[in-house]
């Protein structure tokens, strides 16, 4: 049961990086990027080929995902998002769901469409097993990596969006562009920043999670679903409420499916309808506005 519950945080903190990013679009910059997924598939190909066809180290490679999936959303936002941030929700939705599946044709395209294999650092692997009065505790090396990284990188994100100038400067251009700009900020680069951090962290969860999810080109819509559950169940108004919400939808998936397999994505959307009856707003939003 440890291990399990171990397992399941693993694959909630990942969820959270990948996911985290468009909980910032959608709840400070008001705009539904469906096209999410194809960020984390980039940074999940760029960690591949970089390491299998140039040798390099495997913690190279992360924070080059990171940079390759943000420049992308940089010069994505540049040209083709920023005319879309006025525009009615449903148009957004089918602007980047189209985007998505030009991304998944793309990628089968010229990579081709079977399962990308990853192979982890040594040091990486393998299984450490633990004695404790609730019972063993198995800890796989590279989950427990994840959980590390994941929470370093949850912390620095809190810190930036509530203590820094930029946070302010963001939250104030959300708020009101006018206003913001009439006071000297840049609106057009403070969302420019956020939505290629945004997509430089979905980059970094594709890289982390190639070995643990699987890669391929069908990536952002397999797991557009899951996505889209820790943004509504967590809601978007801070960063608490969606690593909560990751790290439930975790632990529920891997506990469903270790128990009762048949039944293991039943268990998840099961969870998440009774927390949106409980929670429509989701568990951390705040009615009648943004945090």
């Not at 539904?32 to 997924?37: E, S, V």
């Not at 009101?176 to 420019?192: H, K, P, S, W, Y």
């Amino acid at each position: 049961m440890l291990t399990i519950l171990f397992d399941g945080i693993a694959y909630g903190m990942l969820l959270f990086v990948l996911a985290v990013g468009l909980a910032v679009t959608m709840g400070l910059m008001n705009f539904i990027n469906l096209a999410h997924g194809a960020f984390a598939m980039v940074g999940g190909y760029t960690t591949v080929l970089l390491m299998q066809r140039f040798g390099v180290p495997f913690l190279v490679c992360l924070p080059l995902a990171f940079i390759v999936s943000g420049l992308l959303g940089a010069v994505l936002e540049r040209t083709l998002y920023r005319p879309m941030y006025r525009r009615p929700h449903l148009d957004q939705v089918l602007f980047s769901i189209g985007l998505t599946f030009m991304a998944v044709a793309g990628m089968d395209y010229f990579m081709g469409s079977s399962q990308q294999i990853m192979q982890l650092p040594e040091y990486l692997r393998g299984r450490t097993e633990l004695e404790t009065p609730l019972g063993l505790l198995g800890m796989g090396h590279y989950r427990l990596f994840i959980i590390a990284v994941c929470a370093a990188l949850t912390v620095a994100l809190q810190f930036i969006l509530a203590r820094t100038r930029f946070g302010s400067r963001l939250r104030a251009s959300v708020d009101d562009q006018r206003v913001a700009a009439g006071l000297g900020i840049n609106v057009n680069i403070v969302f420019l920043s956020t939505f290629a951090v945004g997509s430089g962290l979905a980059g970094l969860g594709g890289a982390l999670g190639t070995e643990v999810l699987g890669l391929d080109p069908t990536f952002p819509l397999k797991f557009m679903i899951y996505f889209l559950i820790v943004v509504a169940v967590g809601g978007t108004s801070s960063i608490t409420g969606p690593l909560l919400a990751a790290l439930l939808l975790g632990v529920a998936d891997v506990a469903g499916k270790y128990y009762v397999p048949k039944l293991g994505g039943f268990i998840v959307y099961s969870l998440m309808i009774a927390i949106l009856i409980w929670r429509p707003q989701g568990l951390f939003s705040r009615l009648g506005g943004k945090a």
